[in-house]
T-cell receptor
């Protein structure tokens, strides 16, 4: 089975902190994604990566950056966390030829 | 730009009955894929079913079927014989071929199955 693992299920951080959310997949997928989920808004794409060291902005990249130094790992970075970044964050991966993406279990981030 | 709309924030169904979750989409791309995901309260997104825009037949996976009406730009999910474990949030999503890997999601529908 494909496994997409996010490093934390729950995180509480302070305003202004630098926050790292880690995601690892074990199926050699080329494409990886970070989404943010908020009630009534569905999932919104923050960033995605189609290969190592390649990244592309999604719909809401402001306040975030990403890193993909290895194929299996895709990190989301909140440079200076703010309360409006309190949300559920979901990582996903997909082979470049595949139809659907596989998701991790999600990280619920609270910024206080 | 592409857009997915799910107009039902919440739906209720009796156990063992069928339920339809609505999804409409908008894209100018002639080739695209449509998806449904289930999100239980645990948070993980579970892939349910996929329909390609050029597929001649509606997709089915066990109790799930996708009612694809291309001219109406709708891709409704039908769940037959609902079970208590079907209670979850359901998301419709689309990926136009020109967008490469980008998946666009709807707002979601919270389904509650009553005993």
């Amino acid at each position: 089975d494909v496994k997409v693992t996010q490093s934390s299920r729950y995180l509480v951080k302070r305003t202004g902190e630098k926050v790292f959310l880690e995601c690892v997949q074990d199926m050699d997928h080329e494409n990886m994604f970070w989404y943010r989920q908020d009630p009534g808004l569905g999932l919104r794409l923050i960033y995605f990566s189609y290969d190592v060291k390649m990244k592309e902005k999604g719909d809401i990249p402001e306040g975030y950056s990403v890193s993909r130094e290895k194929k299996e790992r895709f990190s989301l970075i909140l440079e200076s966390a703010s309360t409006n970044q309190t949300s559920m964050y979901l990582c996903a991966s997909r082979t470049s030829q595949g139809a659907w993406a596989f998701f991790g279990q999600g990280t619920r981030l609270t910024v206080v | 730009a592409q857009k997915i709309t799910q107009t039902q924030p919440g739906m209720f169904v009796q156990e063992k009955e069928a339920v339809t979750l609505d999804c409409t989409y908008d894209t100018s791309d002639p080739s695209y894929g449509l998806f449904w995901y289930k999100q239980p309260s645990s948070g993980e997104m579970i892939f349910l079913i996929y329909q390609g825009s050029y597929d001649q037949q509606n997709a089915t996976e066990g109790r799930y079927s996708l009612n694809f009406q291309k001219a109406r730009k709708s891709a409704n999910l039908v769940i037959s014989a609902s079970q208590l474990g079907d209670s979850a949030m359901y998301f419709c999503a689309m990926r136009p071929e020109t967008s490469g890997s980008r998946l666009t999601f709807g707002e979601g529908t919270q389904l509650t199955v009553n005993p």
